[in-house]
């Protein structure tokens, strides 16, 4: 019988096992599946962790997620096609939901099925070997201190790329008097409260954590970018300005001559692939970017369609991206997918990696990743959504944090599944201090 590891069951993960599990229920018959989990449950970043650094094995954490981290994008976008937030909740939510909220629905569809005896948690894989026909791997088990050697005949890759930081160095770093520390282990703004925090960076955690921290308190926050700003309306007390030059003492000088006294400095540059578990011929080498190279449909390693990633890209599209993904994936491990020769392979990346390469600003973005989502989506029988709304949701999106990053997420949209509409949440975002699902969910009546 064919057997298949996937590492990782965070999101990605979760799709993989959903998929299968489909199949199984149409009468189909799956191949033997094992997942390895590092953490000791399932949902990957959303299931939150107060630890940074080392768990209680003196494993890295993988976790970067916050306390009162809300959904950056509508809900609406990354629904599950067969699973919607009406079927989960029993009525409409709004349409940004905090983490505990987000995380409940994840859990809740793979809930519904059996596939938490496949998962080995507190596991984790430390090394694979392909010996041109099967796989091995190598598997600590932490809590009973155990490793072992298994064959496996494919391998989905499904271990996250938002858990290993990129942490650049500045001139006078060594010598500042306060906090350094990376939004990787970033978990609660309300230690900033009334200080003067430096945030490096220009992407969602430049944006969200320097949000978090001025609505929990602190007394300034100073965003530095290094290519372009994100230019929004910032409230007052949040300023942007360009690229970290050094620190003097506790001082942040910029290279536009910006001086500002900082009691800490939160380095928001990103995450990095990071894949120690695979040799260098598997390995996906690659900054975050909308489409890396090596992968048919984002999906398939190019030199050995045995391996498949999944997840891997810079995401618009998340949720529901994955499960086309993982729907494909498992066509491909079930023969019912026929890879195409080397050429056709090579053509279909070389087309979508020059296209990537082209894309000038955010409305493009979500215009590519919605027409690869759709195409992925048209070769399983993943069911049906309307990826027409959510490309038009993502761009209304843009706009709304255009118009005020404030605001943006007490706006309403509907589902691309049932065609609800999304109510208004009884608070808006920037007075929400209890991010509670207690408190989310308990709509005040009409
Ligand atoms: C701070 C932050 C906020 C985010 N907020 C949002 C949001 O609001 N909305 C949204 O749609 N997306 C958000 N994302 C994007 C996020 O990437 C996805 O939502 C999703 O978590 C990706 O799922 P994944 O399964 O690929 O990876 P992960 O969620 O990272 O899960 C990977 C899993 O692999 C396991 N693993 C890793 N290595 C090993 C190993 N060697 N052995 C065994 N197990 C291993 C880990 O323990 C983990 O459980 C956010 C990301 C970050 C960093
Ligand atoms: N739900 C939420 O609210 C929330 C909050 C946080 C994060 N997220 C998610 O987390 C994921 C990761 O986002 P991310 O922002 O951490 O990573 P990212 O999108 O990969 O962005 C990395 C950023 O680091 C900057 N950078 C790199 N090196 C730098 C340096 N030496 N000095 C200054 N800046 C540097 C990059 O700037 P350049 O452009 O100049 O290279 C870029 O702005 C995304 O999927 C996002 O949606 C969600």
Redesign the pocket.
């Known amino acids: 019988m064919t057997k298949v590891a996937i590492i990782g069951t965070g999101p990605c993960g979760l799709s993989m096992l959903r998929a299968f599990e489909q199949a199984e229920k149409k009468g189909e018959k799956i191949p033997e599946i094992v997942a390895f989990d590092k953490q000791s449950d399932w949902g990957g970043l959303w299931n939150y962790s107060w630890r940074t650094g080392s768990d209680e094995y003196g494993d890295p954490i993988p976790n970067s997620m916050y306390r009162y981290?809300?959904?950056?994008g509508p809900k609406e976008c990354l629904e599950f096609a067969d699973y919607s937030f009406d079927e989960h909740f029993g009525k409409p939510i709004p349409s940004f939901p905090p983490r505990e909220v987000l995380y409940d629905y994840i859990i809740g569809r793979v809930k519904k099925g059996n596939s938490k005896n496949k998962v080995r948690f507190n596991t984790t894989v430390n090394s694979v070997v392909y010996d041109g026909k099967n796989f091995e791997i190598t598997s600590h088990d932490k809590k009973n201190n155990k490793h072992a050697k298994e064959i496996f005949d494919y391998l989905i890759v499904s271990s996250g790329h938002?858990s290993v930081p990129?942490i650049?160095e500045y001139q006078g770093m060594s010598s500042f008097p306060g906090r350094i520390m990376h939004?990787h282990d970033f978990r609660d703004a309300e230690e900033f409260r009334g200080k003067n925090v430096i945030v490096?960076?220009?992407?969602?955690?430049?944006e969200?954590v320097a949000l978090q921290c001025h609505k929990y308190g602190a007394n300034t926050v100073t965003i530095?970018?290094?290519?372009?700003p994100m230019g929004f309306k910032w409230p007052n007390g949040v300023k942007e300005v360009f690229h970290l030059d050094r620190l003097e003492g506790s001082k942040a000088i910029f290279k536009d001559g910006y001086e500002q006294e900082a009691d800490a400095i939160i380095l928001?540059?990103?995450?990095l692939h990071h894949f120690p578990f695979l040799t260098e011929d598997q390995k996906l080498n690659t900054r975050?970017r909308l489409y890396p190279p090596k992968l048919y449909k984002g999906v398939v390693w190019q030199d050995n369609h045995k391996l498949l990633y999944l997840g891997m890209q810079?995401?618009f599209h998340t949720f529901n991206m994955f499960d086309c993904q993982a729907w494909f994936a498992r066509d491909v491990v079930m023969g019912k997918i026929k890879m195409p020769d080397k050429t056709e392979i090579e053509k279909d990346i070389n087309k979508w990696v020059a296209m990537e390469e082209k894309l000038e600003n955010p409305d493009q973005m979500i215009d590519f990743q919605t027409e690869y989502t759709k195409e992925l989506h048209d070769l399983s029988d993943y069911p049906k959504i309307d990826f027409e709304l959510i490309r038009k949701h993502f761009k209304e999106w843009e706009h709304h944090k255009v118009e005020d990053i404030m605001t943006y997420r007490n706006k309403s949209f509907s589902s691309p599944v049932t065609g609800s509409v999304a109510p208004i949440h009884h608070t808006p975002w920037a007075s929400a201090m209890d991010d509670s699902l207690k408190v989310f969910l308990d709509q005040p009546k009409k």
């Open positions: 981290l809300w959904s950056n938002f990129y650049p939004s490096l960076g220009s992407s969602y955690s430049a969200d530095g970018y290094r290519h372009n928001c540059s990103g995450y975050n810079d995401q």
